[in-house]
C-alpha cells in the first residue's frame, strides 16, 4: 500500500534538516580546525623567529671568550660586555630571557640586572634540547608547562675557533605570546561552545517546529475527516428529524383519542422519541463548528452547577478537589461545561450502580490540567486507542458521539483530552487547556 503524501513529506523534511545540521556541524567543525590551524601556525612562527634570534645572536658572541669564564665569576670584564650584550638583544626582540650556559649546563651570563649579585636563577631547557645544542644544532622545542607558566626555549650553540662547544646560548619565548596564546585558547574554547550551543538550539527549535508542523498536519487530516462525517451525520439527522416530527404528533392525537385507556405504550413512544431526538441533537453538535464565547470562568462554580443536576441519582457520588486558588480559565463555559459532561456520562455508564467521580485540578505556567477520575475496572488498550472515534462504542445503546465531541471541543479551545487507564484501578480522563484563550 502505496505511503500517504504527508508520510512522505515528514520524510522529506527530516532529511532535509537532519542534512541541514550536519552541514552546520561541519561547518563549525571546520571552524574550529581551522582557528587551530591559525594556533599552529603561530606556534611555528614563534619557533622560526626565536631560531632565527638565537643563531644571529650567537654571531655576536665570541664562543673564545666564553670558554674563558667560569661559572659564578663576577670579575671578569668581559661579562659585563656580554651581560649589556644579552639585555639589547632581549629588549630589542621583546623576549622572556636570554643566557648562556657551560656545556654543563651551568649558568654563566644572563643580562645585567641592577642586583648584580643575585643568584643566576634559570629555567632549563630540556634533554633532548641540550643534545642537539651540543651537537651543534640550532633547535627549538615544544611549549612546557611549568606551574603556572608556560615556556617555549630555543638554544644554539656557541664555538669557539676549534669548532669546540664551549656555551649553550639560551631564548625564551616572550610572555605576551603566552597571553596572547591563552585568550586563543580562550577564545576557541568559547566558540566552540557557543557553536555547540547554537547548533543544540536550532535542533530544539527545529525538532519543536517539525512537531508542531506534523501536529497541525494531522489534526487538519483529522478535521477533514471529522467534516465529511459531520456533514454525514447532518444529513442523516435532518432526514430522521421530520419522519420524528410525524410520529410524535401522531402519537399525541392517538393518546388524545384513547386518552381514557391505559397502555404502556403512551409512555414508552415518548420515550423512544426523546431518545432518537437526543442522538439527533448529538448528530448537529458534532456536525457544528461551535462559535466560541471567550469569558473568564470559575471552575469550582461550574462543577457545582454541574454536580446539582445529578444530585437526586443515588447512583452517582461526584468528589469535587480544586484547589482554593485554583484561577480562572478564559474560555467558553458551554463548551467546556459540555466536554465535562461528556465525561462524567461515560464515567457513569462504566459503573451504572455505584459509581464514583473525582474531579482535580492542577495549575502550570500556561496552562491548566482537569482530571475526571471513575472507580472502574480501567480500559483495555485495544479501546483506549479508538475511544475518541466517531461512532464508536461498546454499549449496546449509544451514538459514540459524547467522547468524540469532547474530543473536537477541546481541540477547539486550543487543548486537548487524554485517557490514562490502568487495568482494577480505574480511569482517568485529562482535558488541558490554555490559561487565557485568544
Not at 102 to 127: F, G, M
Request: charged letters at 20%.
Amino acid at each position: 500500500m502505496p505511503k500517504p503524501d504527508f508520510i512522505k513529506q515528514q520524510k522529506l523534511l527530516f532529511w532535509i534538516i537532519g542534512i541541514g545540521l550536519l552541514i552546520l556541524l561541519l561547518a563549525n567543525v571546520m571552524g574550529w580546525l581551522y582557528l587551530q590551524q591559525i594556533k599552529e601556525y603561530f606556534v611555528s612562527d614563534l619557533k622560526s623567529r626565536l631560531e632565527n634570534i638565537a643563531d644571529i645572536s650567537t654571531k655576536a658572541i665570541d664562543g673564545n671568550d666564553i670558554s674563558l669564564i667560569a661559572p659564578g665569576d663576577h670579575t671578569d670584564p668581559q661579562i659585563y660586555y656580554y651581560q649589556n650584550l644579552l639585555y639589547d638583544i632581549r629588549e630589542n626582540n621583546k623576549l622572556q630571557d636570554l643566557y648562556i650556559l657551560s656545556p654543563a649546563l651551568e649558568p654563566i651570563i644572563r643580562p645585567i640586572s641592577t642586583d648584580k649579585s643575585a643568584p643566576l636563577s634559570v629555567h632549563y631547557p630540556s634533554t633532548d634540547l641540550v643534545e642537539k645544542a651540543l651537537s651543534g644544532i640550532t633547535a627549538t622545542g615544544e611549549i612546557q608547562e611549568l606551574g603556572e607558566n608556560q615556556f617555549l626555549t630555543a638554544v644554539a650553540p656557541l664555538m669557539d675557533s676549534n669548532n669546540l662547544i664551549t656555551g649553550i646560548l639560551v631564548v625564551e619565548a616572550p610572555a605576551a605570546f603566552f597571553e596572547m596564546l591563552l585568550q586563543f585558547d580562550m577564545g576557541l574554547l568559547i566558540f566552540s561552545f557557543l557553536n555547540i550551543i547554537l547548533v543544540l538550539s536550532i535542533a530544539v527549535y527545529l525538532f519543536r517546529a517539525v512537531r508542531r508542523i506534523f501536529f497541525l498536519q494531522n489534526r487538519i487530516k483529522n478535521q477533514e475527516h471529522l467534516v465529511q462525517l459531520g456533514e454525514m451525520a447532518a444529513s442523516v439527522a435532518h432526514e430522521i428529524k421530520n419522519p420524528l416530527g410525524i410520529i410524535n404528533g401522531t402519537h399525541t392525537l392517538i393518546e388524545k383519542k384513547y386518552k381514557s385507556e391505559t397502555d404502556e405504550i403512551f409512555t414508552y413512544i415518548p420515550s423512544e422519541l426523546k431518545r432518537l431526538n437526543q442522538l439527533i441533537e448529538n448528530f448537529l453538535t458534532f456536525a457544528r463548528n461551535k462559535k466560541l464565547n471567550i469569558q473568564p470562568v470559575r471552575l469550582t462554580d461550574m462543577l457545582n452547577k454541574i454536580k446539582l443536576g445529578f444530585v437526586d441519582q443515588n447512583d452517582l457520588c461526584i468528589d469535587i478537589r480544586i484547589p482554593a486558588d485554583f484561577p480562572e480559565i478564559k474560555t467558553d463555559a458551554d463548551a467546556l461545561e459540555q466536554i465535562i459532561l461528556n465525561v462524567i456520562h461515560n464515567c457513569r455508564q462504566v459503573n451504572p450502580d455505584n459509581a464514583e467521580v473525582k474531579i482535580t485540578g492542577n495549575r502550570h505556567d500556561h496552562f491548566v490540567e482537569i482530571d475526571i477520575s471513575d472507580n472502574g475496572t480501567g480500559i483495555p488498550q485495544e479501546i483506549r486507542e479508538r475511544i475518541f472515534d466517531p461512532f464508536f462504542t461498546t454499549k449496546e445503546q449509544g451514538s459514540g458521539l459524547g467522547l468524540a465531541i469532547s474530543k473536537r471541543l477541546a481541540e477547539q479551545l486550543e487543548g486537548e483530552i487524554y485517557i490514562k487507564s490502568t487495568y482494577q484501578a480505574g480511569t482517568t480522563m485529562t482535558i488541558r487547556l490554555p490559561l487565557n484563550l485568544k
